[in-house]
């Protein structure tokens, strides 16, 4: 995952998305700096926003689904080109049936017990959610104990300007749902905001003597 989280380590939850928006709204993502995109499966002809997606913005961005609660959604995600996988849980048959179609896999997890069977499964990162049941004092002590080259990202209620105390406990970027896309947004505003939560990423990084 690394490749993918290091220019911007975002990942668009687009839910609501519809494929007469898909393009439009990936493309105006793609120019905000955005690499990582999703469609939660509970969205409108999920499958078809992600074909749309796949084939207008190319190989350079890590398209997929979010929202994967069965595992022969997985096949028709990779048959729709996606090569990305995000869960709200860890069920370990979602997690191995990604990895067996050759996917990338970020499952949800709420506990450090959740978060070892993930691995144990294969996940390639873990998403923390919700965030807001958790606290970046939570990441904190997982981090004592989970893998140090392990993305942990944080998913629910992230702000440009609430980023920092979870960067600060070893957050290594976000997922970032309504405050970014909301069905009836239009192009514009979700250029906006895509603008603003980069600009956010980026300014903590300086915060801390890093760089994006």
Same mark, same amino acid.
């Not at 995952?1 to 911007?8: E, R, V």
């Not at 690499?35 to 078809?48: A, G, I, K, T």
């Not at 990604?98 to 499964?121: H, I, S």
């Given at each position: 995952?690394?490749?993918?989280? $290091? ?23 793609? $120019? ?37 609660? $069965? ?7 990779? $048959? ?17 049936? !990604? ?79 309504? !405050? ?6 239009? !192009? ?23 760089? !994006?």
């Amino acid at each position: 995952m690394k490749s993918w989280l $290091d220019p911007l380590p975002l990942v668009a939850i687009l839910r609501g998305l519809t494929p007469d928006e898909a393009v439009d709204i990936g493309r105006v993502l793609v $120019d905000a700096g955005f690499r990582m995109l999703e469609v939660p499966l509970n969205s409108p002809q999920p499958f078809e926003s992600i074909r749309r997606m796949v084939d207008a913005l190319g190989d350079d961005t890590l398209i997929g689904a979010g929202t994967v609660l $069965d595992p022969a959604h997985v096949t028709k995600v990779a $048959d729709a080109g996606g090569r990305l996988i995000v869960m709200p849980h860890a069920d370990a048959h979602v997690i191995r049936a !990604a990895k067996q179609a050759g996917l990338y896999c970020v499952p949800g997890v709420a506990t450090p017990t959740e978060a070892f069977a993930a691995l144990a499964a294969g996940a390639d990162a873990l998403k923390l959610f919700p965030a807001e049941q958790a606290s970046p004092a939570v990441l904190k002590a997982w981090r004592a104990v989970l893998p140090k080259d392990l993305a942990v990202l944080p998913v629910g209620g992230i702000a440009p300007d609430t980023m920092g105390p979870w960067l600060a406990a070893g957050a290594n970027g976000f997922g970032i749902g309504s !405050a970014l896309y909301a069905p009836g947004r239009s !192009a514009s505003d979700v250029a906006a905001r895509a603008r603003a939560f980069a600009d956010g990423w980026r300014s903590h990084q300086v915060s801390q003597g890093t760089t !994006a």
